[in-house]
């Protein structure tokens, strides 16, 4: 039976490994949210987000998983006569159509393989229907370990589709891959701390284009909890709209000042370091499951070429050494397995794990 009072060291697509440094923030005295304690440790913590993302406009702290910005995004800027262009290549860029869905709006899909790209020329092809609003996408796709080349596609809607709004799930993408908002152009994306930020969860980051607040004034019933136009009444205060997850946003701050140390250039290579030392492995003993030429800089889906029992394996690790990956997500579980390598895991703990599977596998 698992002791949960003895986490494993995690390596699965996130929650990621967690250091004790930063589980010491979360373990500090708490703030009244409501005090001018909490707009300081608030608004210093936006400002560094917007030097990390290399944007001017806003973003918002929502204590809630990402998922909740899927809806937000879409309760707030699409209106219910208006349709939108879903792109899906894997399990998490389809969950845009379901919450697209839920929400009562209409929209079309542009679906391709798990395992392949959305292109520039895809999304072109679609726009130029003239129907189209808004598009989603996904920055990273974590089921399948794929990036989508996200500033080609960005500079093809600049130039052609300039009044489309941009919805961008970046989940395991936000830190670990560049992402220059205001250069992009993208109107809402958005990320989960459990990821490549290496915070426990329970905190979402969301950036929000001026255009999309805008936008979001001529939109009926937009709910409460996620209404973008509360949310900046409360930014501007350096607050939230409703209590925030205060020990969260204290790691957040310290996870922001050690980026910014670092540089974020610095930051991308170090994950592209990694990805690359995976990768190298999986090309030794087993094959990626995506077109390498776009593969990920912060985890990894390896095609089981070689049949081993997933579960099996990902079981005597855990047992033998207190560290667990991924498995295969969805229909690809057994048929894949993940490894992440984001946040602050390092080189050193990946060798240590790549080794471990060695071990196992024979």
């Given at each position: ?8 060291r995690l390596?699965?697509p996130?929650p ?24 300081q440790l608030?608004?210093?913590t ?6 990390v ?14 998922s909740?910005i899927?809806e ?9 006569d ?20 839920s929400?009562g ?29 808004a ?9 399948t370990?794929?990036?989508?080349r996200?500033?080609e ?9 300039p009044?489309?709004l ?6 395991s ?11 992009l ?7 989960s701390v ?8 329970g905190?979402?980051?969301?950036l929000?284009?001026d255009?999309?607040?805008a ?18 009444k409360?930014?501007?205060k350096?607050q ?6 205060v ?6 701050h ?14 991308w ?5 990694m990805?690359?030392?995976?990768r190298?492995w ?26 081993i ?13 207190n ?12 048929k894949?397995?993940?490894i992440?390598h984001?946040?602050?895991i ?15 596998i024979g």
């Amino acid at each position: 039976m698992t002791d949960w009072k003895n986490p494993p060291r995690l390596f699965i697509p996130g929650p990621v490994k967690v250091n004790e440094d930063v589980l010491q923030q979360l373990a500090r005295p708490t703030l009244g949210h409501r005090g001018k304690e909490y707009s300081q440790l608030h608004g210093e913590t936006v400002d560094m987000l917007k030097k990390v993302f290399f944007t001017e406009q806003n973003v918002f702290l929502s204590t809630s998983s990402a998922s909740g910005i899927w809806e937000a995004a879409i309760r707030n800027c699409v209106g219910l006569d208006e349709k939108v262009l879903c792109t899906m290549c894997g399990a998490f860029s389809d969950k845009w159509a379901d919450v697209i869905r839920s929400c009562g709006r209409e929209l079309d899909e542009l679906k391709v393989e798990w395992g392949q790209a959305i292109t520039a020329d895809m999304i072109d092809e679609k726009l130029s229907s003239g129907e189209y609003s808004a598009v989603t996408l996904v920055y990273n796709e974590t089921s399948t370990g794929l990036t989508n080349r996200v500033y080609e596609i960005s500079e093809m809607m600049k130039e052609k589709y300039p009044e489309v709004l941009v919805f961008v799930d970046s989940v395991s993408a936000m830190v670990g891959l560049p992402l220059h908002f205001d250069k992009l152009a993208w109107d809402v994306t958005f990320a989960s701390v459990q990821k490549a930020f290496a915070i426990p969860p329970g905190l979402a980051v969301a950036l929000v284009s001026d255009r999309a607040l805008a936008k979001g004034k001529e939109i009926p019933n937009r709910g409460y909890y996620f209404d973008f136009q509360l949310w900046a009444k409360s930014a501007a205060k350096s607050q939230t709209l409703a209590t925030p997850n205060v020990p969260h946003i204290m790691a957040l701050h310290y996870q922001c000042e050690k980026l910014l140390s670092e540089g974020m250039e610095n930051v991308w290579a170090r994950h592209k370091k990694m990805a690359e030392f995976v990768r190298l492995w999986v090309g030794e003993k087993f094959a990626l499951f995506c077109d390498e030429h776009y593969a990920s800089d912060t985890l990894t889906t390896v095609k089981n070429t070689r049949g081993i029992n997933v579960a099996e394996t990902i079981k005597a690790i855990q047992e033998k050494h207190n560290t667990i990956f991924g498995n295969g997500y969805g229909k690809l579980k057994e048929k894949t397995f993940r490894i992440a390598h984001m946040g602050d895991i390092t080189l050193d703990d990946l060798k240590e794990l790549l080794g471990w599977i060695d071990e196992e596998i024979g």
